[in-house]
Antibody, heavy 117, light 112 residues
Framework: EVQLVESGGGLVQPGASLKLSCVAS????????MSWVRQTPGKTMEWIGD????????NYAPSLKNRFTISRDNAKSTLYLQMSNVRSEDTATYYC??????????WGQGVMVTVSS | DIVMTQGALPNPVPSGESASITCQSS???????????LNWYLQRPGQSPQLLIY???TRASGVSDRFSGSGSGTDFTLKISSVEAEDVGVYYC?????????FGSGTKLEIK
């Protein structure tokens, strides 16, 4: 059974950094592209970016590419999202997703991030 | 960016009736390989999204055949025949033709 378990969220102050993790199981992690998607409190879904199966290539939403970095550790079956200089508009639930060409076939349960002073 | 626009439902929908959710893209999602990269997801209350339909009309594994997807290059419909209580939630369309990937704003389904 595919499982994606996110962690690392919480309350963070504006301007701070935060790193989210997603531990994958139930499939060969190193064979698949992975992605992060967030959902705002108003339920808007926003794609953040994705990363190639070997970690050699990434794509990002243009509005986030200067502050967010996606990486992975295939030995640990773990996907990461490094968020820097966070803003109030980054308040959202962050989902780790597994990619197959060309759709998100599995989603994690999500982790909440609240940016507030 | 490709803009995805979803229509609303005349909620609540009586149980057993059919419901059609529309989605329109600002650019054709028909790829040169003949596939249309339009996907549908359902987010039930309190849950994460789940895949329903991919490539416009292919049902994901385990999805009821009450769900069907259709459309052209820019206009798409998710049809739910004989809605049930478990169908309650928000439905999102999403394009995978080009980056940045984009979603519709969601369509809420309520059952009477």
């Amino acid at each position: 059974e595919v499982q994606l378990v996110e962690s690392g969220g919480g309350l963070v102050q504006p301007g701070a950094s935060l790193k989210l993790s997603c531990v994958a199981s139930g499939f060969t992690f190193s064979d698949y592209w992975m992605s992060w998607v967030r959902q705002t409190p108003g339920k808007t879904m926003e794609w953040i970016g994705d990363i190639k199966y070997d970690g050699s290539y990434t794509n990002y939403a243009p509005s986030l590419k200067n502050r967010f970095t996606i990486s992975r550790d295939n030995a640990k079956s773990t996907l990461y999202l490094q968020m820097s200089n966070v803003r109030s508009e980054d308040t959202a639930t962050y989902y780790c997703t597994k990619l197959v060409p060309y759709y998100f076939d599995y989603w994690g349960q999500g982790v909440m991030v609240t940016v507030s002073s | 960016d490709i803009v995805m626009t979803q229509g609303a439902l005349p909620n609540p929908v009586p149980s057993g009736e059919s419901a059609s959710i529309t989605c329109q893209s600002s650019k054709s999602l028909l790829h040169s390989n003949g596939k249309t990269y339009l996907n549908w997801y359902l987010q039930r209350p309190g849950q994460s999204p789940q895949l329903l339909i991919y490539w416009m009309s292919t049902r994901a594994s385990g999805v009821s055949d009450r769900f069907s997807g259709s459309g052209s290059g820019t206009d798409f419909t998710l049809k739910i025949s004989s809605v049930e209580a478990e169908d309650v939630g928000v439905y999102y369309c999403q394009q995978f033709l080009e980056y940045p990937l984009t979603f519709g704003s969601g369509t809420k389904l309520e059952i009477k």
